[in-house]
């Protein structure tokens, strides 16, 4: 059984960077396409940032030069670097995982989430 999770939420002034950490355990045969997405209250959950297996990642305009995604494969983990954080960043985000098990088969998990609130 696979399981997801996510570490380093909490509450930070404007301005300021916290560091997410995801990680897979439980026996499967690779990680594909891995990400974090975001849902802030009474808004829909949306795209934050996604990494390859292969390294190409995808951050939406609106994050670029702010939010960093890389990959730790020896870790089965993904990290995620936020800096210049906002209110508007506010939102309790959510680790993705794709994976492939021993048989082939494509599933796709999610984290439990994380709380991130951006406050004075």
């Known amino acids: 059984q696979v399981q997801v999770a996510e570490t380093g939420g909490g509450l930070v002034q404007p301005g300021g960077s916290l560091r997410l950490s995801c990680s897979a355990s439980g026996i499967f045969f690779s990680i594909d396409n891995t990400g974090w997405y975001r849902q802030a209250p009474g808004k829909q959950r949306e795209l934050v940032a996604n990494i390859h297996s292969s390294g190409l990642t995808n951050v939406p305009d609106s994050m670029k030069g702010r939010f960093t995604i890389s990959r730790d494969n020896a870790k089965n983990a993904v990290i995620l670097e936020m800096t210049n954080l906002t209110p508007e960043d506010t939102g309790v985000y959510y680790c993705?995982?794709?994976?492939?098990?021993?048989?082939?088969?494509?599933?796709?998990?999610w984290g439990q989430g994380t709380q991130v609130t951006v406050s004075p």
């Open positions: 993705n995982v794709d994976i492939t098990d021993q048989s082939g088969r494509a599933n796709t998990y």
